[in-house]
């Protein structure tokens, strides 16, 4: 395992994304840091500002006006940095696919490392998510 | 003269869930100017909402906000039953009740655990979360889902509440009492807490009236209004509460307008559930069609009156859909409360209204401050007018329509 990885996957910083979500997601995802899940047991917190972030979390669908701060974003996060599309609306559309202010997918701006669907996925399924995503860059087979 | 700052607050800030960018113009502590730029949220709704069947468009009306995610299918509904004459059986009446109020009550906790954040106490938003999840899977065992319940159709609901089910649903309302009485009380005598909300982002009566606040925000202002009881709809005529009014209309009176309000919900969920015990009858009449015609139906959501408009042609789809949510009525009124407050009360009075972008964003152009103003639709016609002329000119085309 290269320093990087050992670094990266020990203690992750998550910094939020929202695009033009329906909140959904983006409450489950606080939901993960509350008592009930308390995802802060494992290291892993939300921070505030992307240049701290080691996972990016894309929720909802990116809009013309919303599209190009997603870029601005990512571009601005120190790399090697994970990207975590949450939800059907981040993974494909969703419903907004036909609306006239629906780009392109997340994919097509930024590279996605993971996709969650769900609308919106339970908080169990996001934990699960993160474990996976560790797992495989640490080489767990 | 003192030299005015702009601290931007978003488009992407940690201390928002959603994109909307504010302009703080602030002269050293004091703010004395907001810009609100919306935009980062619109997904054109209400044109999507034309290419789908009266069935599923409460599928996407459910998605507009995942917080009210019952109010708007609620009210949806109401405007294609009223467009069509439909019949909604007496029990699916009750179901809809408990549905709206179970999301009132777990949107309040929401509210209250985010403002204990925006106020760097971050003890209330742990125990407020903690008490909502109850209240979600009360969700999932109703509907099958936590967020997103799909329960409602034009004709009725989609799914009963067994009666098996009531008592375990009454046992996690009675499990919620005591919490909300505690923060109840732990909000009335932490004199910190009262230091930092009392006389702060005050909304005064007339205010209220003249920006058409609705929901807490306008209750907490001493209007008392309130789509419940103004036009008693579903259950709410038949069941006894209250309308909470709060006198100061400062961001304490709207914390304690909404937990008491959460009180009042357990109060007309347990009444509807008492009747559901015994009353007979299917939950949906099944329409078979939906009539041409007109119908406005409204719901009393979380954050206030919201508004949907359907005009049906006797087709399976909507002619046009319009929709109207409480927090664009609730969001302009930070332009006269957050004025003259200090940077660090900014946060709080910002998130006091509630906000909901998700919701807001059909169309609107927002411009505060001195020598800005809000454009009416009347405006924004007169500027698409303008516009297009200027364009005409500039192609050198006549006439009414364009050749490219
Ligand atoms: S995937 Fe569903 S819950 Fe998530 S933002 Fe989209 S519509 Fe909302």
Known sequence: MSFAVNMLTRSLNVFHLGGSACNNCDIEIIDTLTPRYDLERFGITLVGSVRHADVLLITGIFNKKSAIRLKRVYQEAAKPVLVIAIGACACTGNMFQKSYNWNVSVDKYIPVDAYLPGCPPKPEAMIMAMVKLVKKLRGAK | ?404
């Open chain 2, 1 to 404: 003269m003192s030299k005015t700052t702009i601290i931007p607050i978003g488009p992407y800030h940690p201390l928002q869930e959603e994109p909307e960018f504010f302009k703080l113009h602030v002269e050293g502590e004091k703010v004395v100017g907001l810009d609100i730029e919306l935009g980062y949220n619109h997904r054109g709704i209400e044109k999507l909402s034309e290419l789908k069947t009266f069935e599923q468009t409460v599928f996407l009306v459910e998605r507009i906000c995942g917080i009210c995610s019952t109010s708007h299918p609620l009210a949806c509904v109401q405007a294609v039953e009223d467009a069509g004459g439909v019949e909604v059986p007496e029990r699916a009446l009750y179901i809809r009740s408990v549905i709206g109020e179970l999301e009132r009550l777990h949107s309040h906790m929401l509210w209250l655990g985010l403002a204990g954040h925006f106020l760097g106490f971050n003890t209330v938003w742990m125990w407020a979360w903690r008490y909502r999840e109850p209240i979600l899977e009360l969700f999932e065992l109703i509907t099958g889902n936590r967020n997103h319940y799909g329960m409602m159709k034009p004709g009725g609901v989609r799914r009963d509440i067994s009666v098996e089910d009531i008592p375990a649903i009454q046992k996690t309302l009675d499990g919620l009492k005591g919490p909300i009485c505690l923060f109840r009380d732990a909000v009335t005598d932490d004199p910190l807490i009262r230091a930092r909300l009392e006389g702060v982002g005050t909304l005064t009566k007339q205010q209220a009236i003249d920006y058409c606040a609705v929901g807490p925000t306008a209750r907490a202002s001493g209007v008392a209004k309130d789509v419940r009881k103004d036009h008693p709809h579903l259950a709410y005529g038949r069941v006894d509460f209250k309308i909470i009014t709060g006198k100061n209309g400062d961001v304490f009176d709207k914390a304690i307008v909404r937990i008491l309000e959460t009180l009042e919900s357990i109060k007309i969920i347990e009444q509807c559930l008492e009747v559901l015990k015994t009353l007979p009858g299917p939950v949906d009449s099944n329409p078979k069609e939906i009539m041409a015609g007109e119908g406005i139906g409204t719901y009393e959501a979380p954050r206030g009156e919201v508004i949907h408009y359907i005009c049906s042609d006797g087709g399976n789809r909507p002619l046009r859909h319009k929709i109207r949510a409480p927090s664009f009525m609730n969001v302009p009124t930070n332009q006269t409360t957050v004025i003259g407050q200090s940077v660090a009360d900014a946060t709080i009075i910002l998130a006091a209204v509630d906000p909901c972008y998700c919701c807001t964003e059909r169309m609107a152009a927002l411009d505060a401050g001195s020598g800005r103003r809000i454009l009416s639709s009347a405006e924004l016609i007169r500027l698409s007018q303008a516009k297009t002329a200027k364009l005409k000119k500039e192609m050198g085309v006549e006439g009414p329509r364009l050749k490219i």
